[in-house]
């Protein structure tokens, strides 16, 4: 059987072109990076779970979501951690569950782009579609990114490789990388500029100058002050400059001031020419919980509804921070695994309070939970809605049907645990 136009839940391109041939004991899939097959690999051979757990025994569904649903009530203040391979419907229904139960809200921009989006509400950003880039696009900056290796389709679709409207592919582009270290992208730009760790926002200060006509005669950032000119000439010469920001930005010294910078730049870019800045988002559907979020409560992600109404303040009110002081009493988390990546005095205390998990197989999570629900592949067994990466809503095509009958989909079953709330 032939399946197409199915969309990968991997990262933030969300490809909704992949073609999935199943036929008697063999999959193919194309289309896909090695990322995406990976993760359809796993779905057709990997293990799944399939019985609802409470303390490590198998259990009936209705005896789960009202444990599950226990436990959430009797805590004074839950947090609800939402995972972004699952729909913007889904999404909706944890986040009125964490409202209803006046706890804590986040999601894995937390430790994502979340100085990105602290950014974009300070500066505004300059943005486009991956079409327009594709389109329009003759200069492509990659700045703290390596999207070769984390978004293997990002060149070859959409930014470099591709012919567009107004571009013939690769050889009418020129492609600038800035990175502390020469990456696979690196290898494949016209320009690498090697700068200094932790200097980002120097460079960004000095390339500023460039383009506002003063005088640049001296290294910054490690950085020559040739390089320096020949890339800020190129960027306010291009005819369309795309720049795409990563986490190697968000993450280093100054991370939102210097997604801020970058941000900047790019206004002043376009008082000269057409210039967007466009963030590698990580996760498949992190932006639509950033969307989704904003809309329904005001903020993008670290909401705190203890006090009955929303409040936002990162760095206080964020998932990790909240367990760093031991403030949460009980944890809800949906297709996320916080075990395996959040700093280990967090994970300790994971172990040490009761903690719920919707998960489609075992991780180091499933493995500290008191309870835990069977998950759902919203992009494969369920319909929905993801957000790319630029910000563009993806309908997501049901593909197979789950394995088994008590939930269709993640949004059921968070749906189900908050009647179960409810009704406590």
Not at 146 to 152: D, M
Not at 211 to 217: A, E, N, S, T
Not at 239 to 247: D, E, I, N, R, S
């Amino acid at each position: 059987m032939r399946y197409e136009n199915n969309t990968c839940p991997v990262c933030g391109l969300a490809c909704d072109d992949i073609v999935l041939d199943v036929g008697a004991g063999d999959v193919e899939v194309l289309n896909a990076c090695w990322m995406g097959r990976s993760k359809y690999m796993k779905y057709f051979k990997g293990e799944r779970l399939m019985k609802p757990l409470v303390g490590g025994v198998e259990t009936s569904w209705m005896n789960a979501i009202s444990e599950a649903a226990r436990v959430l009530v009797d805590a004074r203040k839950p947090l609800v951690y939402l995972g972004t391979e699952i729909s913007t419907e889904a999404m909706y229904e944890g986040i009125h569950l964490a409202e209803h139960l006046r706890g804590y809200l986040d999601s894995c921009t937390t430790i994502c782009h979340g100085p990105t989006v602290q950014a974009l509400q300070e500066k505004g950003m300059p943005s486009a579609t991956l079409g327009e880039v594709r389109n329009m696009a003759d200069y492509v900056v990659f700045w703290g990114c390596n999207p070769a290796e984390s978004h293997p389709r990002l060149l070859s679709k959409h930014a470099v490789y591709p012919e567009g409207k107004h571009r013939a592919g690769r050889g009418e582009r020129t492609v600038s990388v800035v990175d502390p270290r020469r990456t696979l992208t690196a290898d494949q730009a016209d320009l690498f500029i090697q700068v200094e760790p932790n200097s980002d926002y120097e460079l960004f200060t000095a390339i500023e100058m460039v383009i506002d006509g003063y005088p640049v005669d001296y290294e910054v950032a490690g950085i020559k002050p040739e390089e320096i000119k020949k890339m800020a000439r190129g960027m306010k010469e291009a005819k369309y400059c795309a720049v795409f920001v990563g986490l190697g930005l968000a993450s280093s010294r100054g991370k939102n001031r210097n997604m801020e910078k970058a941000m900047h730049l790019v206004r002043k870019l376009n008082k000269y020419t057409r210039a967007v800045l466009l963030a590698n988002r990580g996760h498949s559907n992190v932006a639509g919980f950033n969307e989704l979020c904003t809309w329904l409560t005001g903020y993008p992600y670290a909401v705190d509804y203890s006090r009955g109404f929303p409040r936002y303040n990162p760095g206080v009110t964020s998932a990790i921070d909240l367990l760093h002081r031991r403030e949460v009493d009980a944890m809800l988390v949906v297709a996320s695994d916080p075990g395996a990546h959040f700093p280990r005095d967090v994970v300790e205390y994971l172990a040490d309070i009761p903690l719920v998990t919707v998960e489609v197989s075992h991780t180091p999570t499933t493995y500290l939970s008191d309870i835990v629900l069977p998950g759902v592949y919203d992009s494969i067994e369920s319909g929905g809605t993801f957000y790319r990466m630029d910000g563009v809503p993806i309908s997501l095509r049901q593909t197979m049907k789950p394995p088994f009958d008590y939930s269709t989909s993640t949004k059921d079953t968070l749906r189900q645990l908050m009647g179960e709330v409810s009704r406590k």
